[in-house]
C-alpha cells in the first residue's frame, strides 16, 4: 500500500525532480569535459549542446505522460464496450433503467423550472412588484383604477407603475384581411414596458402618449409576430380594426417576453385607454372608483425598500379609502391595506394550480430514480462479483491495482454516460406527451421549456454523482480483494454475506417503494373514476358547444342583436341531425364566472358574499338541451321576450338557501336595480367544479338581457360527431348573421375534462412510473436470485448429491424470495398510508386508510416477484450434481 | 525515412537501455549515456537527454523501476534498475531478434549462392 501511495505521489511530482535529474547530468558532463582539458565555460557550453534543449525534453516528458494516460483511457474504453457487448443483458438493462429514471426527473424538472421557478425575462426582476388589495379575506387584486392614477401622479417610493389587463379575446381585423380573427390581448398602461425595462426587438414600445389614442397603437409580441406576420419587418405601420377604431402596429416586443402570466402568451398589447373605445362592456371602468378589475405591476425607485414602499402606498391608499368608502364589511374583508407581491415571477395563477401536483410529481420521480439506482447497484454488485476471479488473477500476474481502478471507473462511468444520453431522450418524449396534455382545450397553456444551463447541469450532476456513490461499492470491494484466496476454486469470499446482505436490503427498499407507487396509481385512478361518476347534473355526451361573437360595430343596439340571435338559433334547429338547440352566456365547466348583486324580499344578508348570486342568461331549450329537469314551475320560453313580464329561473341550491320553508315561485326579486318574477326551480348543475357543491344559480331569459349580449354560446345535442357539426353549423349562421365570429369548437364532455387536467395527468403518470418501477423491481429481484443461484451452485449440488429433492432446494430459494418480499410490504404499507395521507387533497372520496388498494398492489408486486424468481430458480433442477461437484 | 529512422532508434535505444542496465545494474541517467555512447558511437551523440523519455516510457511499460540515490559528485540523481518483467520482456525481445536476423541471413544467403 505503502509503495501504491508513493507512486500515486510521485506522479505527480515527476516534472520537479526530472529538473534535478538534468541537473546532476549536466553537471557531469561539463566535469567530464573539464577532464579532457576544456575551460569550464567552454565545457559548460559544450555539455548543454551534447545534452540537448533540456527544456524540450521537459516538455517530451509531459508528452509522454499525457500520451499514456489517453492511450489508458481508449484502451480502457474499448475494454469496456467489448464487455457490453459480451453482456449485452445486463449493458441493457443497466441503460434503460438509468434511462427512464434519469429522464423522468430530467423531464419533471424543466416542467417545475417552467412553471415554479423561472423568473420573467425582464430587467432585474426582483424590483417589480404587484400592487394588491389585501383583508381578513385575503389577498385581491389592484384596487380601482382612479388610485392607480393617484399612485402615478403621487407615489414617490415607485418608479413608475402600470396597469395589465390581460387575456382577453381581442376581435380584430387586420387590413389585409376581410375577416374578423381573435388574438389574445392585454391591456396596459402607456408606462408598462418602461416598468419591465425592455426594448424592442423592432419598432418601439407603447409610451405614456399612446394612452391618448392619438393615433391608436399597438405593440405585438415576438411570438405572434414570427407566426402571424412570418417576422416580416413590413408588419410596422400596417393595421388591424377593433371595436371599430384602427390601430397601427408601431413595434414588436423583445423575444421570451410573452406577458405577465406565465404559460399564456399576450399576442397584442394596447393601451388600457382602448377600454373606452366602442360599445361593449368595458367603457366606464376607467372611472368606476370602487371596481378593481386589473393588476398593478410597479417598479421600486432606486434605493427604497420593499417595507418603505408599502407604508407610503398604504398611507395613500387609506386617504383614498376615506374618500370613496365601501361597505364596512368591505373595508374589513377586502380593502383593507396593502400589500405589495413580488412579480419577479409574474402571475402566481399558473402556480398556485400547478404547484401542488408537480411537487406530488417531484416525489414520485424521485422514488422511480431511487428504485432505478438501487438496481443499478445491485446490476454493478452482481457483475463485479462475477469478475472477482478475472481481477484476482490479472492482479496476480502484475496488473496495478490504480489500472484496475481506473478500467472499472471508466466502464462504470461509460455506463451512465450512455444512460444519461439516453436520458435526455426519454426527458424529450415525456415533455412532449405533458406539453400534449396542457394544450388542449379553450385555453391552451403555452410553456416554453428550455433545455438549457441549469438543466443540462441537473442532467450531468446526476450520472456523476451516480457513479461516484453506485459505482464505488463494486470498485471498492474489488480492491480489497485478495489475489489467492481468489483463485482457489470453490472459495467463498467472508466478505459475500454482507454484500449479499446489502443485495437483499435494496430489493427490500425496492418492494417497499414500488408498493408505494403502485397504492398511489390505484388511489389516483380512483380518484378519477369518482370524479367521473359525480353527477353533474346533466348529460354531457353529444354536446357541441361554439361561441358566437357578433361584432359591435354591426349590431350596436340591443334590438339587433336579439334579431340576429333568434335567425341564428332558427337556422341551427334546422339542421339536420340537430337533436335540441340552445344559447347561453355561460356553459357548465366553461371557467367563466358572473355574479351580481341579488335582493330578496324577506331575507337577511348574512354577509356580503351572501347578498351576490352566480347568473347566467339561457334561451328556451337550456335545460333540454343538457337534459337538466325542471323541479317545479315552468321552464323558460322563446315568448319571453324583453316586452313581456321579466321571469326567472333559480336552481335548487339558491331556492333552498333564500326562501328556506318558503315557495320561491311567483315571488319577484331583484338584480341590482332590475326586477324579475321567480316561475320555476330547476335541478342543480355542476357549474365549475366536479367536487364542491353545487353555488346558487339565478337564470335569466337571453331575451331579457341583464348584460350586452354580444357573444354567447351556442349547445347543441346532436347524434352527429360533433367536429363535422362545427363546419356546417358555422356555414349556416354567417348566412344569417354575417359580420360574426365563431370561436372555441369544443364538445362539452372536453370542457368538462379539462376542469380535471390535473386529476387527469396526475394518474396517468403515478400509473405509468408504478407499472415502471414494478418492471425495474422484477428485474432487479431477478438478477439478485439469479447471482445468488450461480454463486451457490456448489452447494446445491452438494445438497442434490446426498439426496435432497430438485422441489426442497428451489423451494427453499423460492422461500428467501417471500421473506424478502415480506420486509418489503411490512416497510411499504405504513409509509403508504402515511403518504396517502399526506396527499390526500389531491384525492377526491378516497380514504388513505382504505386497504384495498395495498391489498391489490400487494398481490400484484407478488405475483411479479414470484415469476422473476421463478426462471433462475428454475436453473437449480437443470443442475447435475457430478459435474458441478467436479468444478471445484 | 528519418521517421522510420527514429521509430527503430526509439525501439533500438529502448532496448539498449535495457540490455544495459541489465547487465550493469543500476545507473543513473548519465550513467546509460555514457555506456550507449561507447555501444552506438554514433547515435546519440548529440541530443543525450532523450534517453529521459526512453527511460519514462519503460518505466510506465514496468520494465525499470527507479530509486532516488547520491551520484559521484554528490548530486541527487535518481538510479533506475531492471525489474524482473524487464528482464522477461528483453529476453523475449532477444529471441525475436535472433529469429528474425537468422532469417534475414538465410535469405541473404540463398540470394548469394544463386
Not at chain 1, 509503495?3 to 547530468?25: D, I, P, W
Not at chain 1, 365601501?326 to 402566481?348: K, P
Request: one cysteine or more; aromatic letters at 8%.
Amino acid at each position: 500500500m505503502r509503495t501504491f501511495l508513493s507512486k500515486l505521489c510521485a506522479l505527480f511530482t515527476r516534472s520537479q525532480s526530472s529538473e534535478e535529474e538534468f541537473e546532476t547530468h549536466l553537471a557531469l558532463l561539463t566535469e567530464r569535459f573539464v577532464a579532457q582539458g576544456m575551460a569550464p565555460e567552454e565545457a559548460a557550453v559544450a555539455a548543454r549542446r551534447q545534452f540537448g534543449n533540456a527544456g524540450l525534453h521537459q516538455q517530451n516528458l509531459r508528452d509522454q505522460s499525457r500520451f499514456l494516460l489517453l492511450s489508458h483511457l481508449l484502451r480502457d474504453l474499448r475494454y469496456a464496450v467489448r464487455g457490453m457487448l459480451r453482456n449485452p443483458g445486463f449493458a441493457v438493462a443497466a441503460i434503460l433503467t438509468l434511462a427512464l429514471g434519469m429522464g423522468a426527473n430530467i423531464a419533471v424538472f424543466a416542467l417545475m423550472d417552467a412553471v415554479l421557478l423561472r423568473s420573467l425575462p425582464v430587467a432585474d426582476p426582483q424590483r417589480l412588484y404587484f400592487v394588491d388589495y389585501a383583508g381578513a379575506a385575503g389577498l385581491g387584486i389592484a384596487p380601482p383604477y382612479p388610485f392607480l392614477q393617484r399612485m402615478q401622479s403621487e407615489a414617490y417610493s415607485l418608479q413608475s407603475v402600470a396597469a395589465y389587463s390581460g387575456q382577453g379575446q381581442l376581435k380584430i381585423r387586420p387590413e389585409s384581411s376581410a375577416n374578423f380573427e381573435t388574438a389574445n390581448g392585454s391591456r396596459v398602461s402607456g408606462c408598462y414596458y418602461q416598468v419591465l425595462g425592455l426594448r424592442a426587438a423592432l419598432g418601439r414600445l407603447l409610451t405614456a402618449q399612446d394612452e391618448l389614442l392619438r393615433p391608436a397603437v399597438a405593440v405585438l409580441s415576438y411570438d405572434y409576430w414570427q407566426t402571424r406576420y412570418a417576422g416580416n419587418p413590413a408588419v410596422l405601420g400596417s393595421s388591424f380594426m377593433l371595436d371599430g377604431t384602427s390601430f397601427t402596429i408601431v413595434g414588436v416586443a423583445p423575444k421570451g417576453y410573452s406577458g405577465l402570466q406565465p404559460g399564456h402568451h399576450d399576442d397584442i398589447t394596447i393601451p388600457i385607454t382602448s377600454m373606452n373605445l366602442g360599445p361593449h362592456d368595458g367603457d366606464g371602468m376607467l372611472v368606476d372608483h370602487n371596481s378593481p378589475w386589473f393588476q398593478a405591476i410597479g417598479r421600486l425607485a432606486s434605493g427604497v425598500s420593499p417595507a418603505n414602499a408599502r407604508a407610503e402606498i398604504n398611507t395613500l391608499f387609506q386617504s383614498y379609502m376615506t374618500e370613496f368608502p365601501v361597505s364596512a364589511e368591505a373595508r374589513r374583508d377586502q380593502f383593507h391595506h396593502i400589500e405589495l407581491v413580488s412579480a419577479a415571477q409574474g402571475l402566481d395563477n399558473l402556480r398556485k394550480q400547478y404547484a401542488r401536483p408537480l411537487q406530488a410529481l417531484m416525489a414520485v420521480v424521485a422514488l422511480v430514480l431511487l428504485i432505478a439506482c438501487a438496481n443499478i447497484t445491485n446490476l454493478l454488485l452482481a457483475r463485479a462479483t462475477r469478475r472477482e476471479r478475472e481481477f484476482a488473477v490479472r492482479i496476480a500476474l502484475g496488473a496495478g491495482r490504480r489500472r484496475l481502478l481506473h478500467q472499472l471507473l471508466t466502464e462504470t462511468a461509460l455506463l451512465f454516460f450512455i444512460g444519461a444520453a439516453a436520458s435526455l431522450a426519454v426527458a424529450f418524449a415525456v415533455v412532449r406527451l405533458l406539453m400534449r396534455f396542457f394544450s388542449t382545450g379553450p385555453q391552451p397553456m403555452q410553456l416554453s421549456l428550455h433545455f438549457d444551463g441549469p438543466l443540462l447541469a441537473f442532467a450531468l450532476a446526476l450520472p456523476l454523482l451516480a457513479t461516484l456513490i453506485f459505482g464505488a461499492a463494486p470498485i471498492l470491494h474489488v480492491l480489497r480483494t485478495v489475489p489467492h484466496a481468489a483463485i482457489k476454486e470453490g472459495s467463498r469470499m467472508s466478505e459475500s454475506s454482507s454484500r449479499m446482505g446489502l443485495g437483499r436490503a435494496l430489493i427490500v427498499l425496492q418492494v417497499a417503494l414500488s408498493l408505494i407507487l403502485l397504492v398511489g396509481a390505484s388511489l389516483f385512478l380512483k380518484t378519477l373514476r369518482n370524479l367521473h361518476s359525480v353527477d353533474p347534473g346533466f348529460s354531457p355526451s353529444q354536446i357541441a358547444l361554439m361561441q358566437i361573437h357578433l361584432l359591435e360595430s354591426t349590431y350596436p343596439e340591443s334590438p339587433a342583436r336579439l334579431a340576429a340571435w333568434d335567425r341564428i338559433l332558427s337556422v341551427v334547429r334546422t339542421t339536420p341531425g340537430v337533436q335540441s338547440a340552445a344559447l347561453s352566456a355561460a356553459t357548465p365547466f366553461d371557467t367563466s364566472g358572473r355574479h351580481a348583486g341579488f335582493i330578496v324580499p324577506g331575507y337577511r344578508r348574512t354577509s356580503d358574499v351572501d347578498s351576490l348570486i352566480n347568473l347566467d342568461h339561457v334561451s328556451e331549450d337550456y335545460f333540454k338541451t343538457l337534459n337538466t329537469p325542471l323541479l317545479r314551475g315552468r321552464n323558460l320560453s322563446a315568448s319571453d321576450v324583453d316586452s313581456a313580464p321579466h321571469v326567472a329561473l333559480l336552481n335548487q341550491t339558491a331556492a333552498r338557501h333564500y326562501f328556506p320553508g318558503r315557495d320561491p315561485i311567483g315571488v319577484e326579486i331583484h338584480i341590482n336595480d332590475a326586477a324579475y318574477r321567480i316561475v320555476g326551480i330547476v335541478q342543480d348543475i355542476h357549474q365549475s367544479d366536479l367536487r364542491e357543491p353545487a353555488t346558487p344559480f339565478i337564470f335569466l331569459p337571453v331575451r331579457q338581457p341583464y348584460d350586452r349580449n354580444f357573444r354567447l354560446t351556442l349547445l347543441v345535442r346532436t347524434t352527429l360527431k360533433p367536429t363535422a357539426l362545427a363546419a356546417t353549423l358555422t356555414r349556416q349562421i354567417h348566412t344569417v348573421a354575417p359580420d360574426s365570429l365563431i370561436t372555441q369548437p369544443i364538445t362539452l364532455s372536453e370542457q368538462m375534462d379539462e376542469s380535471i387536467v390535473n386529476e387527469r395527468l396526475i394518474s396517468t403518470l403515478v400509473s405509468i412510473f408504478s407499472v415502471l418501477a414494478l418492471m425495474l423491481s422484477a428485474i432487479g429481484l431477478y438478477g439478485v436470485i439469479a447471482y445468488t443461484v450461480a454463486r451457490r451452485t456448489p452447494e446445491f449440488a452438494v445438497r442434490l448429491a446426498i439426496g435432497a429433492v430438485p422441489q426442497q432446494v428451489i423451494g427453499s430459494v423460492l422461500m428467501g424470495t417471500l421473506r424478502l418480499l415480506a420486509l418489503g410490504l411490512v416497510l411499504g404499507v405504513p409509509a403508504s398510508i402515511l403518504l396517502a395521507r399526506a396527499a390526500r387533497s389531491l384525492f377526491y372520496e378516497v380514504t388513505p386508510t382504505d386497504l384495498s388498494a395495498q391489498l391489490i398492489a400487494a398481490t400484484l408486486l407478488s405475483a411479479v416477484s414470484l415469476v422473476a424468481s421463478v426462471l433462475p430458480a428454475f436453473r437449480i433442477s437443470r443442475i447435475d450434481p457430478a459435474s458441478a461437484l467436479r468444478a471445484e | 525515412m528519418s521517421a522510420d529512422k527514429s521509430e527503430v532508434l526509439q525501439g533500438t535505444l529502448d532496448m539498449m537501455i535495457l540490455k544495459t542496465l541489465h547487465v550493469l545494474g543500476p545507473l543513473h541517467g548519465f550513467g546509460i549515456a555514457r555506456r550507449i555512447e561507447q555501444v552506438s558511437e554514433d547515435v546519440l551523440t548529440l541530443n543525450e537527454g532523450t534517453v529521459y523519455t526512453s527511460l519514462l516510457r519503460l518505466q510506465q511499460q514496468g520494465w525499470i523501476e527507479s530509486e532516488w540515490g547520491t551520484s559521484e559528485n554528490n548530486r541527487r540523481s535518481r538510479f533506475y534498475s531492471i525489474t524482473r518483467r524487464g528482464r522477461k520482456q528483453l529476453a523475449v525481445e532477444m529471441e525475436n531478434w535472433d529469429r528474425i536476423s537468422g532469417v534475414i541471413g538465410r535469405v541473404l544467403a540463398l540470394q548469394k549462392q544463386s
